[in-house]
């Protein structure tokens, strides 16, 4: 036997969901006592419409790619199957998508037509070392405002880095390394203050105004090599926590920096080698205490080596060749217990007493 208080219920909530869908204005006690209810049921309904909009927007993208290893992804007719239980997508407890881990795909094409407005939920996107994806980097990639991960190196990305990147506060990693980006490097990336790995290496980018370039708080790795920057990166010297600096394989010329170097106490790995550096090498780097790896090679350096070089007790690599220091190799070296590897240019002598 039906309930009739329930039937009643269902009568008046009928009722009630007409009078709205016809647009009346709805005044009856019904209508707050339903109220709850119908909220609800919107709720429920946008919550369903997102998700379809997100699989939707990931087929559409995959449709438009040349290339891929992204069979698995398709929806059946029957809504038996779900886009959070395809490779390389991760979902949320609300069916929304989190994380596209998509490395080492095969994936070839663009990004133009992968819809970031609809992946509003978004913390992570990998899709590095597909090799074959190319095209610009969209400018809708900085509505991801969720974003904590972001790697797209090791493709054939063209253009140059939007600035809307500047927008995604909340990345900690962010890679575009190996690509064929152009242009300045966009200040606005100074916004990025929770970030502690930026690479940007391998590529052809510019200097920039680098006044304008606030330092990065968390910043621990920053690589910068192999593009065609013509000054050093000022905003670095703001940069306390930073570890690892690679400006490697740049067009930077003048004296080592040492005013804005020396007082990164965290650093541990310093590569400026392959640029146009010239001039002696400062003694102020012995403040540099926990400084493990100097790489100066294939520049113009030249006079002869500082004896505070031996106070870098930490040094395991040291590589000096290809620039033109004269003088005998300072009898300080041997106080670097640790070094396994010490690279110098043969204009530089040895002090025989260094030998057994």
């Known amino acids: 036997m039906s309930n009739p208080i329930s039937s009643n219920y269902s009568s008046k909530l009928r009722e009630v969901l007409h009078a709205m869908k016809m647009g009346m204005v709805v005044r009856s006690p019904s209508f707050f006592f339903f109220y709850p209810f119908i909220l609800a049921l919107s709720i429920q309904s946008s919550v369903l419409s997102t998700v379809d909009l997100e699989a939707e927007a990931l087929l559409n993208w995959k449709t438009s790619l040349k290339n891929h290893a992204l069979v698995p992804w398709f929806l059946k007719t029957n809504n038996s199957t779900s886009h959070c239980s395809w490779?390389?997508?991760?979902?949320?407890?609300?069916?929304?998508?989190?994380e596209v881990n998509l490395p080492n795909f095969d994936l070839e094409g663009t990004l133009n037509q992968l819809n970031f407005f609809l992946l509003p939920h978004l913390t992570g996107l990998n899709l590095s070392m597909n090799y074959f994806l190319q095209g610009k980097i969209p400018k809708s990639i900085g509505s991801l405002s969720k974003?904590?991960?972001?790697?797209?190196?090791?493709?054939?990305?063209?253009?140059?880095?939007?600035?809307?990147?500047?927008n995604l506060i909340e990345l900690r990693f962010i890679s575009l390394s190996v690509n064929d980006l152009s242009g300045p490097i966009p200040y606005q990336l100074g916004n990025l203050q929770k970030v502690w790995h930026?690479?940007?290496?391998?590529?052809?980018?510019?200097?920039?105004?680098?006044?304008?370039?606030?330092?990065?708080?968390?910043?621990?790795?920053?690589?910068?090599?192999?593009?065609?920057?013509?000054?050093?990166?000022a905003f670095v010297s703001q940069c306390k926590n930073l570890v690892l600096l690679d400006l490697?394989?740049?067009?930077?010329?003048?004296?080592?920096?040492?005013?804005?170097?020396?007082?990164?106490?965290?650093?541990?790995?310093?590569?400026?080698?392959?640029?146009?550096?010239?001039?002696?090498?400062?003694?102020?780097?012995?403040?540099?205490?926990?400084?493990?790896?100097?790489?100066?090679?294939?520049?113009?350096?030249?006079?002869?080596?500082?004896?505070?070089?031996?106070?870098?007790?930490?040094?395991?690599?040291?590589?000096?060749?290809?620039?033109?220091?004269?003088?005998?190799?300072?009898?300080?070296?041997?106080?670097?217990?640790?070094?396994?590897?010490?690279?110098l240019s043969a204009t530089i002598s040895q002090d025989p007493s260094l030998h057994p």
């Open 87 to 98: 490779i390389g997508i991760k979902c949320n407890d609300d069916g929304s998508v989190v």
């Open 147 to 166: 974003l904590s991960f972001l790697d797209l190196g090791d493709n054939r990305f063209t253009g140059s880095v939007p600035e809307e990147i500047g």
């Open 198 to 233: 930026l690479d940007l290496g391998r590529n052809n980018l510019n200097s920039t105004d680098w006044s304008r370039f606030t330092g990065m708080e968390s910043l621990t790795h920053l690589y910068l090599y192999s593009n065609a920057l013509v000054d050093f990166p």
């Open 248 to 343: 490697s394989e740049n067009e930077v010329s003048g004296g080592i920096p040492i005013q804005m170097v020396s007082s990164l106490e965290n650093l541990q790995v310093l590569n400026l080698s392959r640029n146009y550096f010239q001039g002696p090498i400062p003694a102020e780097l012995q403040n540099l205490t926990r400084l493990q790896e100097l790489q100066l090679y294939g520049n113009n350096l030249k006079g002869s080596l500082p004896p505070s070089i031996g106070n870098l007790f930490m040094l395991s690599t040291l590589s000096l060749y290809n620039n033109h220091f004269t003088g005998s190799l300072p009898p300080s070296i041997g106080n670097l217990s640790k070094l396994t590897q010490l690279w």
